[in-house]
């Protein structure tokens, strides 16, 4: 695809149409090279019809009620499916539930992941169903299903888990993708995204094979001193890598890792907000801009008291904050820092001798960088100018004596995999956290032995209602379709269940559902603020199809931009339908 060219999805990048299908066969041979065989009759994956790319992600979560106890959860989802179905919690397949208290140590979880792996390596093969073919109805008829593992989006820790990499904290292979050193972290070097000495997965995957098959502990250790990497089950899959299969995770690496790190690093330096503004303290002002904003339903939330999460002394700014409220300070963060830093005689920003204007030009390449890299469409030289502007800023914090997480060199790579799976937006683990959100509330006896088949239980039995309720048996009578219908329509049955919910939406809100208006709790007036000219000049220039006109114009029938808000429109943040807002 040319570089220009928007993508819009997993199905817009290399990998979609690289997957090999047909008979193909993972083998290492005499050398100890690790090759993918194929027959004669290999063909392009996608081009089967029911050829299926799985999208992997697993994680652990703690569960209510239970202390120092936590459970992993290990997803599958089918990528073929259409971009508002293949993440939902209904499509989803939950393919083991990991038992806690901690997280297994790297054999144990090889052992938790064997049998996903001969399942998985068994549908690679393919099998014969009798399937309906679209449109539908239709009458079924003999398909060949097969499926590939296209990726694994999960959190930097359980990513180097699964695909059998050594731990983050190793300072001699601190990324799963280049040969960087810890240090180069916090080097120039990390940040030259271009240059970087990326792996080699043949090389990789034969010593990953090494580490299997012997038992010598020295040797062992040997491997994972020279290429940082162990054993895992995954590898055994067909087309499996330990880089281009293990994607970088943004909703972690962009927003609980950079933005977090970013905010306490500019929290911490106090000289930054020394002063005060107009009679006011300078933090105040930063605070007070996240405060007292009024953010639509439809952008997300901002947390509740952020000032006391930002002053706080007791552990670091923010560690309260989800992935998505980092998002939303992500997106103010450049207002803010203006409100609190600028002259108290001119808009310019204040200077000091550790160099406010610097900060803030280095912030400002941040935000720009997270901000066109996470749109959900994006051409390939978007992405490249996404990675160059978050590499300037980290460059501009090394020079301002900034200290840097391994998060802010591994989205060097996000480039690179926007190459291969399209939009970060299109595999980020939003739809998985969602997940782990509602199994973690789940009833339980506080057991935690009981705890993980408990979890199980309550995923399966969802999802069957939900199948029964989506897609009732052809045979049904109509006592039964009634009594069906009838626990769609219950809210209360269906209440605080993902799956149910959806598939009462499918019958229930057919249309959008509205909330309430939006209303300001301020009136804002553009006149006022000498903004409105400007604006409706804008808006003519570059929405002539709108044929908008001033407010002053009410007779004729072309719409008017309102001057003032509460005027003329009614404002809706967002809609319902089919249970997602």
């Not at 590939?148 to 990499?165: C, E, H, Q, W, Y």
């Not at 090389?203 to 001193?225: K, N, S, V, W």
Request: charged share 25%; aromatic share 8%; with cysteine.
């Amino acid at each position: 695809m040319p570089s220009h060219v928007s993508k819009d999805g997993l199905m817009d990048g290399t990998a979609w149409r690289a997957t090999v299908g047909g008979d193909v066969v993972r083998t290492v041979m005499e050398d100890g090279a690790v090759v993918d065989v194929e027959n004669e009759d290999t063909y392009r994956h996608t081009g089967n019809p029911f050829g299926l790319q799985l999208v992997i992600n697993c994680d652990w979560f703690a569960v209510k009620g239970l202390k120092d106890s936590s459970v992993g959860v290990i997803y599958a989802a089918i990528a073929n499916l259409p971009r508002d179905m293949c993440f939902r919690s209904r499509y989803t397949c939950l393919l083991t539930v990991i038992p806690g208290p901690r997280e297994p140590a790297e054999d144990c979880l090889s052992k938790v992941l064997a049998p996903i792996i001969a399942d998985m390596k068994y549908c690679e093969g393919g099998f014969n169903m009798m399937l309906n073919e679209y449109p539908f109805p239709s009458p079924p008829r003999l398909h060949r299903v097969a499926t590939r593992v296209l990726l694994n989006t999960s959190d930097l820790p359980a990513t180097r888990k699964l695909s059998g990499f050594v731990g983050l904290a190793n300072k001699t292979h601190p990324c799963h993708h280049c040969k960087i050193k810890r240090d180069d972290v916090n080097s120039p070097r990390g940040y030259d995204w271009r240059r970087l000495p990326l792996r080699d997965p043949e090389q990789m995957l034969a010593a990953a094979f090494r580490y299997r098959d012997t038992d010598d502990p020295g040797e062992r250790a040997q491997i994972e001193e020279q290429y940082g990497v162990r054993f895992s089950p995954f590898l055994e899959l067909v087309g499996y890598q330990h880089s281009a299969s293990n994607p970088v995770d943004p909703l972690h690496n962009s927003f609980l890792g950079m933005a977090k790190s970013l905010v306490n690093m500019v929290l911490g330096i106090d000289r930054l907000f020394d002063g005060e503004l107009a009679g006011e303290d300078r933090m105040e002002r930063f605070t007070a801009v996240f405060e007292r904003a009024s953010v639509p339903g439809h952008l997300g939330r901002i947390a509740q008291r952020i000032a006391l999460q930002f002053t706080s002394r007791k552990k670091k700014a923010g560690s309260g904050l989800k992935a998505d409220q980092w998002k939303r300070v992500v997106q103010m963060l450049p207002v803010a820092l203006y409100a609190s830093w600028r002259s108290e005689d001119s808009d310019a920003i204040c200077p000091t001798e550790i160099d406010r204007v610097r900060w803030y030009s280095a912030i400002l390449s941040f935000c720009a960088g997270i901000r066109i890299l996470h749109a959900h469409s994006i051409t390939q030289n978007d992405a490249d100018d996404g990675v160059q502007y978050l590499a300037d800023a980290a460059c501009s914090i090394l020079s301002l004596d900034g200290h840097l997480t391994p998060n802010w060199h591994i989205a060097m790579h996000y480039s690179h995999f926007v190459m291969l799976y399209g939009p970060l937006q299109g595999y980020g683990t939003w739809p998985f956290e969602r997940n782990n959100g509602k199994l973690s509330r789940i009833k339980h006896n506080l057991k935690p032995h009981e705890t993980p088949s408990t979890v199980l239980r309550a995923w399966l039995l969802e999802s069957h209602i939900a199948k029964v309720l989506s897609n009732p048996a052809p045979d049904a009578d109509p006592r039964e379709l009634a009594a069906l219908e009838r626990m769609r329509e219950d809210r209360q049955k269906t209440r605080g269940t993902v799956m149910l919910d959806e598939v009462r939406g499918n019958k229930a809100n057919r249309t959008m559902r509205l909330p309430a208006p939006y209303r300001p709790k301020q009136m804002v007036s553009l006149r006022r603020l000498s903004a409105y000219e400007p604006l409706l000049r804008y808006l003519t220039i570059n929405y002539p199809q709108c044929n908008l006109v001033d407010v002053a114009h009410l007779q004729g029938e072309n719409p008017c931009l309102p001057d003032r808000s509460h005027e003329c429109y009614t404002l809706y943040t967002h809609v319902v339908f089919n249970g997602f807002k």
